[in-house]
């Protein structure tokens, strides 16, 4: 077992703000990596780890670095991206998203096939236990339509998991914050 611990300051991207983490990985397939194999992978883990924002945690559940892409035409479609961890000794199901500030939200993949780029909805996304699953541009990410404009800039998310709402604030930020 290969593992390390990262401490981080819980705030602002990559740092900032004042509450002290820390975030233990363990890496346990490396026996047989190569000592620059096992430095590289722990090195990217704790890149991770310290600019990986929580924003929410429930049920075993973290919630990281989501926002909702602020669309370009007034009531457009958008996207939002983050991640969720699954700390739990179980897998669960994410089953829905809704947020208060848009008239729709789709869990969507982007997919290639036969060299054609194209999104599917998915009806729901296991979260395996002890695993992180990002949504990401080009990947797994929330469809968003109808999207209303927000005075403080924040929506209110309500993640369905296993069929329980867990609910927190979405920054709606320009592409280029990010």
Not at 110 to 132: D, F, K
Request: net charge positive.
């Amino acid at each position: 077992i290969f593992g390390f611990w990262v401490k981080k300051l819980d705030g602002g991207s990559c740092g900032g703000g004042t509450k002290a983490m820390t975030v233990r990985r363990t890496l346990h397939q490396v026996r047989s990596w190569s000592a620059a194999t096992r430095i590289s992978a722990t090195f990217v883990a704790m890149l991770f780890a310290a600019c990986n924002q929580v924003q929410h945690r429930e049920n075993g559940l973290v919630f990281g670095d989501w926002y909702i892409v602020k669309p370009v035409v007034d009531n457009g479609m958008t996207t939002a991206y983050g991640t969720i961890t699954n700390s739990a000794a179980g897998a669960t199901t994410l089953d829905a998203v809704a947020l208060d500030c848009a008239e729709k939200v789709e869990l969507h993949e982007t997919i290639e096939s036969a060299g054609r780029v194209s999104m599917v909805g998915l009806g729901r996304v296991t979260l395996p236990a002890g695993l992180t699953l990002a949504f990401q541009p080009g990947k797994k990410h929330l469809m968003i339509s109808g999207l209303r404009q927000i005075a403080d800039g924040k929506c209110r998310a309500t993640f369905t998991v296993a069929g329980r709402g867990i609910s927190f604030e979405i920054p709606i930020r320009d592409r280029r914050d990010r």
